[in-house]
């Protein structure tokens, strides 16, 4: 009886049914439209004489023969070489993923078990230079990078988003650190293992949800920068974002939209499969802080 009692109401399970799949659709909908729209020619996609064109494609099929083409995602990829800037996306990525969590965890668990007073200080100054706009910190860099004509290649780049995301890296590192008991450091010391042991072989393998989680977050900073990039890489070595920036074009400058919208179709997709992928260490990693020791 307390069971059934406890059971929601069949009104309120339909509402809530109801609600979660308005919501779907209305998250859902305009990548799937966008996912639609860049196998159309941008007479039908951006119709104002008529929105049903984007449906049936009546511009497409007079130039193609057919309500379907790919010359978007081709014009992207090979005409414009869309896979180079998918590859420097690719190298700035990992760099500035494996330098952040390399740096973090280190600073992170030093940090954590620290007892000097200037550790909150230097964890809050942290926290204010990641609360500033990355647009105020690069511009500090022009300058020397002018002067030292290292201005336009991924290096620079990597050098800088690492700065940006470090401070974040450390705070979350950091509270992932505190809630694991430094009785583990102390059970590993006397079972013969050194700090760094204890930190390599006991902690790290306890912490590993959150670190996934960190690496993730740097990873989507990197993925999705737009303002390092565009002011610090030249136009040959340009990552993903600003190279789809660049494809829409200026008022000097004839773009092509359709390359755009193909381009976001294949920058947004491998974003879907990897925190698909990575889902359950998402979970963990952001629920971490409930594990007692």
């Known amino acids: 009886m307390a069971s059934r009692a406890q059971k929601m109401p069949k009104g309120l399970r339909i509402a809530s049914s109801l609600f979660v799949i308005f919501w779907f659709i209305l998250a859902a909908f305009p990548f799937a439209w ?50 180079r800037n998918v590859l420097n996306t690719g190298l700035v990525c990992f760099f500035v993923v494996t330098i952040s969590l390399t740096i973090g965890t280190l600073g992170g668990y030093a940090l954590s078990r620290s007892t000097y007073n200037y550790t909150f200080w230097l964890l809050i100054t942290a926290l204010i230079f990641r609360a500033m706009p990355p647009i105020t910190l690069v511009a500090g860099y022009l300058l020397p990078f002018f002067e030292w004509n290292v201005w336009g290649i991924l290096p620079t780049t990597i050098i800088v988003l690492v700065a940006i995301n470090q401070p974040f890296t450390l705070w979350m590192l950091h509270s992932f650190f505190k809630n694991i008991p430094s009785e583990l450091d102390e059970s590993a010391k ?14 790290i393998p306890v912490m590993w949800p959150g670190v996934i989680t960190t690496g993730l977050f740097s990873f989507l900073l990197a993925y999705n ?27 000097q400058t004839e773009g092509n939209v359709m390359f755009a919208v193909a381009a976001v179709v294949s920058a947004t997709v491998p974003l879907f499969i990897l925190v698909m992928f990575f889902q359950r260490q998402i979970v963990g990693g952001l629920t971490a802080g409930a594990v007692k020791g």
């Open 225 to 251: 920068d737009f303002a390092v990039g565009a002011m610090l890489l030249s136009e040959s070595n340009r990552t993903m974002v600003p190279a789809i920036a660049a494809f829409l074009g200026t008022t």
């Open 34 to 83: 966008t996912v639609w729209g860049s196998f159309k020619v941008e007479l039908d996609f951006f119709s104002i004489a008529d929105w049903t064109n984007a449906i049936t494609g009546e511009r497409t099929k007079a130039v193609y023969g057919s309500a379907f083409t790919d010359t978007g995602y081709a014009g992207a990829w090979i005409q414009e070489e869309f896979w």
């Open 190 to 203: 006397v079972d013969g293992c050194n700090q760094f042991q204890a930190f390599r072989r006991v902690i």
